[in-house]
C-alpha cells in the first residue's frame, strides 16, 4: 500500500500545475465524502456509537484538513512559481548570449545567432507545446536543446583569443 501511494504522488508531483491541483483538490474532496458516508453509515448501523463523541472534536478535524489543503496548495503554489523564474532566467540567459556575440571574433557571432535561433525553433515549435506531456527532464527534445548550447559553448572555448574577449 505505501508503494502505491508513493507512485501515486510521484505521478501527481509530475502533472503539470493546473492539473496537479485539480488532483489533489479532488483527492481531498474524496477522503471528505468517504469521511462523511461512513460516519452516516456507523450512525445508522448503530445509533449509540458517536453518543459519547463530543462535537468539540470536530474542530480539531477541520483544522488539520485545512492545513493538509494549505499545504498542499501551497506546493504546487511554489512549483509554479519555481518554473516562472526558471523561464525568465533562461530568457535572460539568451538575452545575454545574443548581446555578448556581436563583440566575438568572426565567424562566432553569425554561428551562434543561427544556433540561437535553431535554439528558438526548437523551444517554442516541439518544447512548448510538448510540455504538458513531458515527464522527465530526460528527453528527446531538452537532449537537442542542451546540445545546441553546448555547440555555442565549444565554439567559444575554441576560439584561441584571449579569455577577457570571450
Known amino acids: 500500500m505505501t508503494v502505491f501511494i508513493n507512485e501515486a504522488i510521484t505521478a501527481i508531483d509530475h502533472l503539470p500545475a493546473k492539473e496537479r491541483a485539480m488532483t489533489y483538490s479532488l483527492a481531498l474532496l474524496s477522503f471528505a465524502l468517504l ?7 456507523v450512525r445508522r448501523r448503530y445509533p449509540e456509537a458517536f453518543k459519547n463523541v463530543s462535537p468539540g472534536i470536530l474542530s ?3 483544522a488539520l484538513f485545512a492545513l493538509t489543503a494549505s499545504f498542499l496548495i501551497a506546493d504546487v503554489w511554489n512549483k509554479n512559481a519555481n518554473s516562472l523564474d526558471v523561464v525568465a532566467n533562461e530568457t535572460q540567459a539568451v538575452h545575454q548570449i545574443l548581446n555578448i556575440s556581436p563583440g566575438l571574433p568572426e565567424p562566432l557571432p553569425d ?5 540561437m535561433d535553431d535554439y528558438r525553433r526548437l523551444v517554442l515549435e516541439e ?6 506531456q513531458m515527464k522527465t527532464i530526460e528527453n528527446d527534445i531538452n537532449a537537442r536543446t542542451r546540445r545546441i548550447l ?14 577577457s574577449a570571450k
Not at 554561428?111 to 544556433?115: V, Y
Not at 518544447?127 to 504538458?132: D, Q, T
Request: proline content about 9%.
Open 127 to 132: 518544447e512548448a507545446p510538448a510540455l504538458s
Open 60 to 62: 480539531p478535524v477541520g
Open 111 to 115: 554561428f551562434i545567432r543561427s544556433k
Open 150 to 163: 553546448y555547440d555555442i559553448s565549444a565554439a567559444t572555448a575554441a576560439q584561441t583569443d584571449p579569455a
Open 35 to 41: 469521511s462523511v458516508i461512513s460516519v452516516a453509515v
